[in-house]
Nanobody, 126 residues
């Protein structure tokens, strides 16, 4: 049973910060890369950041450079996404995905991921 559960979303003011968590249940967490994606109303699901299974490779969307960090805690089967200086264009449902093929590398394309969580809502409001 492959299950991903996101948490940590909520309401934040512009310029604020939050930390999202993606918990993997029922599979070998260390064998999978984890990607964070977001989907705003009327838009497709776009990549935000990702981290390889080993943690040795990370990538970030250009719009998020300097505002986001990603890390993983193998003991907790969790990947964290910290976002800072949130902007009005950042509100969306944030999803995490798991990728276990092709060496479990890190990609920002949704088609590269095999499993998805249900998402956590991030709202940015003054």
């Amino acid at each position: 049973q492959f299950t991903l559960v996101e948490s940590g979303g909520g309401l934040v003011q512009p310029g604020g910060s939050l930390r999202l968590s993606c918990v993997a249940l029922g599979f070998s967490f260390g064998d999978y890369a984890i990607g964070w994606f977001r989907q705003a109303p009327g838009k497709g699901r776009e990549g935000v950041s990702c981290i390889s299974n080993s943690g040795g490779t990370t990538r970030f969307a250009e719009s998020m450079k300097g505002r986001v960090t990603i890390s993983r805690d193998g003991a907790k089967n969790t990947v964290f996404l910290e976002m800072n200086n949130l902007k009005p264009e950042d509100p969306a449902v944030y999803f995490c995905g798991a990728r276990g093929t092709s060496g479990a590398g890190c990609y920002l394309e949704r088609s590269q991921y095999d499993y998805w969580g249900q998402g956590t809502q991030v709202t940015v409001s003054p």
